[in-house]
């Protein structure tokens, strides 16, 4: 008999997650993320090393409860993400409650797309799919997943009104930047972490960090604006909670968009834009870090920089 492959139980879940109930279906979410947070397995160990970077001045306990309350955020995400997938519009809509789309509307209607800075908070699939309902197409960028599990998860992207360009070294920047310029949409992109050869140094927190270029490197080349968004939770109550069907809302937050340019009218260096955008998202993380889904490293405190330039062949 064979035993299901990876690829099985994410189609699996694809296909039966968006027919669930939704408390049933959160609750063995919250449980999974209470059994992983009990073991204290790796990521929940990094978890905790990262939150504790971006909330300095916490006691043992204060961000152990902090990180159980991460976990159960994470685990919240997992299982919306393969729910939204079977929401309605209507549902999707009651879900999210956004601020800042009056500037980035104007940006689309007079013809520009929008460059976005995202990190690995809140739901990014939902708000993926709240920017394709309200405020037009959107275009991103994702990693390719071994075992079939690529397909599988740019036909969920797709059924979400999501465009996906894969993640190719010396091919996907060229194509973003193609396709980014053939009508107005949105870019929304997941760059909090970036381990490749084109990662920019950032401090965070004041400590030195790795994030990706490519928000600042698209914003500079097609003059599109770059707008950073923070994407957390909210609690929900009476009717929107009853619109929702849930008890969780999503908040997101367009923000005012970074400057690409001096007061003299010269481009900006992709790294001083890249700190900027990171500096107003973890100054928003700071404020909910219990949504910043970062269980992977990304200080260099954590990171072997060496080996890290070797395998650039920077060393």
Do not use: C
């Not at 053939?182 to 929304?188: K, L, M, S, T």
Request: hydrophobic share 45%; net charge neutral; proline share 6%.
């Amino acid at each position: 008999m064979r035993l299901p492959t990876s690829t099985d139980l994410y189609a699996w879940a694809w296909r039966i997650a968006p027919r669930l109930p939704e408390w049933p279906a959160q609750a063995a979410g919250a449980v999974a993320a209470d059994v992983t947070w009990l073991l204290h397995t790796d990521g929940v160990k990094q978890l905790e090393r990262n939150l504790a970077r971006i909330r300095p001045g916490l006691s043992a306990r204060e961000l152990r409860r902090l990180s159980r309350a991460g976990m159960r955020s994470y685990m919240r995400y997992f299982v919306e993400a393969f729910q939204v997938a079977g929401f309605s519009r209507e549902k999707v809509l009651a879900r999210v409650r956004p601020t800042g789309v009056p500037a980035v509307a104007e940006v689309l209607t007079r013809g520009d797309s929008v460059v976005m800075a995202l990190g690995h908070s809140g739901n990014w699939d939902l708000a993926g799919a709240w920017a394709a309902y309200d405020l037009g197409p959107v275009l991103t960028v994702a990693e390719k997943l071994p075992d079939g599990l690529y397909e599988q998860f740019v036909a969920f992207r797709n059924s979400l009104g999501i465009e996906i360009v894969p993640l190719e070294d010396g091919n996907t920047f060229r194509t973003l930047l193609r396709r980014a310029g053939e009508r107005p949409q949105v870019v929304p992109l997941l760059s909090d972490r970036d381990l490749t050869r084109h990662g920019v140094e950032v401090q965070i927190a004041g400590l030195p960090a790795r994030v990706a270029a490519g928000p600042a490197a698209l914003s500079l080349a097609t003059g599109f604006p770059l707008v950073p968004v923070d994407v957390h939770y909210e609690r929900l109550r009476g009717e929107q909670r009853r619109a929702a069907g849930s008890r969780w809302g999503l908040v997101i937050r367009l923000l005012p968009a970074i400057a690409t340019h001096d007061e003299s009218g010269q481009r900006r260096g992709v790294q001083e834009i890249t700190q900027d955008w990171v500096d107003v998202l973890m100054a928003a993380y700071a404020q909910h870090p219990q949504d910043w889904h970062m269980l992977q490293k990304v200080f260099h405190a954590d990171l072997d920089m060496e080996r890290l330039a070797r395998s650039h062949g920077e060393g």
